[in-house]
C-alpha cells in the first residue's frame, strides 16, 4: 500500500498560536495528525454514515483480521475501550470472588479496576526500576514466599486463587516476557498482556520475535485518542490465543447472547462502533511510521540529555541491540529526577506541555484502601520522579529542539 509521508512539511500544521506572550508547544496534538489524513478519514466517516449500520459489522471484522495478523495471536475481538476488554476477558475466565489477580502498582488505574469491579482481589508486585515493567524476580519470590499450592491452584495465605497475572507493557516497552511466562508456566498461571500503550511493539523472546499483546493466553489493547494508534472516542480489542476463549468473549461482549434473545451467560454491552473501526482501519497502515518517528524523537531527547546523566535517566532500552527502533514504541517518553515538580513547572513557564504518568501509585490509591497497607518502593519513587516529555510524531525538529534547551536550561 501506499503511504503519503505524514511528516512532510507541507502537511504540518503551523504551531496554534495564541495572544499570549509565549507560543504553546503542547503535551499532545491529535489536530495535526487528522489534518494529514482528513480526506481520507472523512470519507470513511461518511461511507459509515451512508450505510447507517453502527455497531459491529464488517468494518469491525476487517479491523479485528488486521489485528490478528499484527500481534499473531488466535482471535481477536474488538471493544467498547481497553478496560472493557480487560473486564471481557477476566469475565470469560470467570475470575470473581475468591480470587486474585497479580499486576503492577505502577501503571494507568484500569489494570486493577477490572479485577476489583469482578469482587476479586488485585495483588500488586513491584517494579523494575530500569525498565518500570513488572519484575518477574520479583514476582517469582512472591509466589515462593507468600503463596501455596492448593487443589484449586496457587493460593494466597488467605485463600484466594491466583487466576492470573498481568503485566502491562508500560510506557510502549514489552515486559520481560520470558522471565514473567517462565515464573507463570511452572504454576500452571494464565497471562493477561496489558498493551494498552504497545500495539506493534516487538519483544525478542528465546526463540523468535513476538509482538506485544501476542506473547501469552490473552492481551487487550486501548485506542483511546491519545494512544499510538487512537480513535474518535472510546474503542479497544481484547485477544486470546484460545479460539474455544474467543468464542466465549465474543458471546459474552453482547450480552451472553447466542442465539438472539438466548442468554446462557451474562455477558455486557463492549462491542465497538463501525466509526471507530473505519477510522483505525485506515489510520492503522500508519502506525509503523508514527512508532518510528517516536523513536527518532526519543533518541534526541537522550543524546541531548547525556550529559545531564547525574540528573536524569532517560528511558532504559532493554531490546535495541536485537531489534533497534522496534523494540519500544515510546507511547511515552519519561525522564526520572528527583527534581521533577520543579522542572514541571519551569517547562510550563516556558509554554511547554508535560504530564506525570502516574503520580499515585495504585496500592496508595483511596479506592484500594481496603487492601490494608503495603509498599512497593521502587513504584512509590518512580510515581515521585517521573516527567513524561511531549513526543507525538508530528513535533517538528524544531519543537523538539525547544523541549531539549528548556530542560538543559533547567540543568545548567
Ligand atoms: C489506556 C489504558 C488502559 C485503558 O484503556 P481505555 O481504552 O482508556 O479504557 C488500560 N491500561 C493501560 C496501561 C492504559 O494505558
Same mark, same amino acid.
Given at each position: 500500500?501506499?503511504?503519503?509521508?505524514?511528516?512532510?512539511?507541507?502537511?504540518?500544521?503551523?504551531?496554534?498560536?495564541?495572544?499570549?506572550?509565549?507560543?504553546?508547544?503542547?503535551? /499532545?496534538?491529535?489536530?495535526?495528525?487528522?489534518?494529514?489524513?482528513?480526506?481520507?478519514?472523512?470519507?470513511?466517516?461518511?461511507?459509515?454514515?451512508?450505510?447507517?449500520?453502527?455497531?459491529?459489522?464488517?468494518?469491525?471484522?476487517?479491523?479485528?483480521?488486521?489485528?490478528?495478523?499484527?500481534?499473531?495471536?488466535?482471535?481477536?475481538? +474488538?471493544?467498547?475501550?481497553?478496560?472493557? +476488554?480487560?473486564?471481557?476477558?477476566?469475565?470469560?475466565?470467570?475470575?470473581?470472588?475468591?480470587?486474585?489477580?497479580?499486576?503492577?502498582?505502577?501503571?494507568?488505574?484500569?489494570?486493577?479496576?477490572?479485577?476489583?469491579?469482578?469482587?476479586?482481589?488485585?495483588?500488586?508486585?513491584?517494579?523494575?526500576?530500569?525498565?518500570?515493567?513488572?519484575?518477574?524476580?520479583?514476582?517469582?519470590?512472591?509466589?515462593?514466599?507468600?503463596?501455596?499450592?492448593?487443589?484449586?491452584?496457587?493460593?494466597?495465605?488467605?485463600?484466594? @486463587?491466583?487466576?492470573?497475572?498481568?503485566?502491562?507493557?508500560?510506557?510502549?516497552?514489552?515486559?520481560?516476557?520470558?522471565?514473567?511466562?517462565?515464573?507463570?508456566?511452572?504454576?500452571? @498461571?494464565?497471562?493477561?498482556?496489558?498493551?494498552?500503550? %504497545?500495539?506493534?511493539?516487538?519483544?525478542?523472546?528465546?526463540?523468535?520475535?513476538?509482538?506485544?499483546?501476542?506473547?501469552?493466553?490473552?492481551? /487487550?489493547?486501548?485506542?483511546?485518542?491519545?494512544?499510538?494508534?487512537?480513535?474518535?472516542?472510546?474503542?479497544?480489542?481484547?485477544? +486470546?490465543?484460545?479460539?474455544?476463549?474467543?468464542?466465549?468473549?465474543?458471546?459474552?461482549?453482547?450480552?451472553?447472547?447466542?442465539?438472539?434473545?438466548?442468554?446462557?451467560?451474562?455477558?455486557?454491552?463492549?462491542?465497538?462502533?463501525?466509526?471507530? %473501526?473505519?477510522?483505525?482501519?485506515?489510520?492503522?497502515?500508519?502506525?509503523?511510521?508514527?512508532?518510528?518517528?517516536?523513536?527518532?524523537?526519543?533518541?534526541?531527547?537522550?543524546?541531548?540529555?547525556?550529559?545531564?546523566?547525574?540528573?536524569?535517566?532517560?528511558?532504559?532500552?532493554?531490546?535495541?541491540?536485537?531489534?533497534?527502533?522496534?523494540?519500544?514504541?515510546?507511547?511515552?517518553?519519561?525522564?526520572?529526577?528527583?527534581?521533577?515538580?520543579?522542572?514541571?513547572?519551569?517547562?510550563?513557564?516556558?509554554?511547554?506541555?508535560?504530564?506525570?504518568?502516574?503520580?499515585?501509585?495504585?496500592?496508595?490509591?483511596?479506592?484500594?484502601?481496603?487492601?490494608?497497607?503495603?509498599?512497593?518502593?521502587?513504584?512509590?519513587?518512580?510515581? %515521585?520522579?517521573?516527567?513524561?516529555?511531549?513526543?507525538?510524531?508530528?513535533?517538528?525538529?524544531?519543537? @523538539?529542539?525547544?523541549?531539549?534547551?528548556?530542560?538543559?536550561?533547567?540543568?545548567?
Amino acid at each position: 500500500m501506499l503511504l503519503k509521508n505524514v511528516f512532510a512539511p507541507e502537511s504540518r500544521a503551523s504551531d496554534s498560536s495564541d495572544n499570549s506572550r509565549v507560543t504553546k508547544l503542547p503535551f /499532545f496534538d491529535l489536530k495535526t495528525q487528522f489534518q494529514s489524513l482528513r480526506e481520507e478519514i472523512l470519507a470513511e466517516i461518511t461511507a459509515v454514515c451512508d450505510a447507517q449500520a453502527f455497531v459491529l459489522g464488517p468494518k469491525v471484522e476487517s479491523f479485528e483480521q488486521q489485528i490478528t495478523e499484527l500481534c499473531g495471536c488466535n482471535t481477536a475481538l +474488538a471493544t467498547s475501550s481497553g478496560t472493557d +476488554a480487560e473486564l471481557l476477558i477476566l469475565m470469560a475466565m470467570e475470575v470473581s470472588l475468591g480470587d486474585a489477580v497479580v499486576t503492577t502498582p505502577f501503571t494507568f488505574f484500569s489494570t486493577a479496576g477490572g479485577v476489583a469491579r469482578l469482587g476479586a482481589k488485585p495483588l500488586f508486585v513491584d517494579i523494575d526500576p530500569a525498565t518500570m515493567n513488572l519484575d518477574p524476580e520479583k514476582l517469582g519470590k512472591f509466589f515462593e514466599r507468600e503463596c501455596r499450592e492448593s487443589p484449586d491452584g496457587l493460593a494466597t495465605k488467605d485463600g484466594l @486463587i491466583i487466576r492470573a497475572v498481568i503485566p502491562v507493557h508500560l510506557f510502549g516497552l514489552c515486559c520481560d516476557m520470558d522471565g514473567i511466562r517462565e515464573v507463570c508456566g511452572q504454576r500452571r @498461571i494464565p497471562v493477561i498482556e496489558d498493551a494498552a500503550q %504497545a500495539l506493534g511493539a516487538k519483544y525478542p523472546s528465546k526463540d523468535r520475535v513476538e509482538r506485544a499483546g501476542g506473547m501469552s493466553e490473552f492481551g /487487550f489493547f486501548s485506542f483511546y485518542p491519545t494512544k499510538n494508534l487512537g480513535a474518535f472516542g472510546d474503542a479497544g480489542m481484547a485477544v +486470546a490465543g484460545d479460539a474455544e476463549f474467543g468464542r466465549k468473549m465474543k458471546i459474552l461482549r453482547n450480552h451472553g447472547m447466542d442465539p438472539r434473545y438466548y442468554h446462557s451467560e451474562i455477558g455486557g454491552n463492549f462491542r465497538m462502533d463501525a466509526i471507530q %473501526a473505519a477510522i483505525l482501519s485506515k489510520k492503522l497502515p500508519y502506525l509503523e511510521q508514527w512508532s518510528k518517528r517516536r523513536w527518532e524523537i526519543a533518541q534526541r531527547y537522550k543524546d541531548a540529555f547525556a550529559k545531564f546523566s547525574r540528573k536524569i535517566m532517560v528511558p532504559f532500552e532493554p531490546y535495541a541491540a536485537q531489534l533497534g527502533s522496534e523494540g519500544h514504541i515510546y507511547h511515552q517518553f519519561v525522564i526520572r529526577t528527583p527534581a521533577r515538580d520543579s522542572l514541571r513547572e519551569h517547562l510550563e513557564e516556558q509554554g511547554i506541555g508535560t504530564e506525570i504518568y502516574y503520580p499515585v501509585a495504585l496500592h496508595h490509591q483511596k479506592c484500594f484502601a481496603y487492601l490494608g497497607e503495603m509498599r512497593f518502593p521502587e513504584s512509590e519513587r518512580a510515581a %515521585a520522579e517521573c516527567l513524561s516529555l511531549p513526543i507525538y510524531p508530528e513535533l517538528t525538529d524544531q519543537q @523538539i529542539d525547544r523541549v531539549i534547551d528548556s530542560v538543559a536550561q533547567f540543568f545548567n
